[in-house]
């Protein structure tokens, strides 16, 4: 059985998907580019960790929900026959 704890975090992952494709549409990155956009989201965990404002857990979520765009994305790409 999920947790709440489990259950509030993957809800919030979920509502910044939402938010995400709301801005930017479907996006299909290479990996090298979905790379710099997740290291660019740490970062900002970095950031905040070091100013201390609060907001850690919402920049977390957006590192988590980059993460799930990635996995999206290579969902979408066309697999090749004999690889």
């Not at 660019?40 to 609060?54: K, W």
């Amino acid at each position: 059985m999920i947790k709440t704890s489990e259950r509030l975090a993957l809800e919030a992952i979920i509502q910044e998907r939402i938010r995400q494709v709301g801005k930017w549409g479907e996006q299909n990155h290479d990996d090298e580019r979905w790379l710099a956009i997740l290291i660019e989201e740490v970062g900002e965990v970095a950031q905040e960790m070091l100013a201390d404002g609060g907001s850690l857990r919402d920049e977390v979520v957006q590192v988590a929900a980059v993460a799930v765009a990635w996995i999206e994305a290579i969902g979408r790409r066309p697999t090749v026959v004999g690889d």
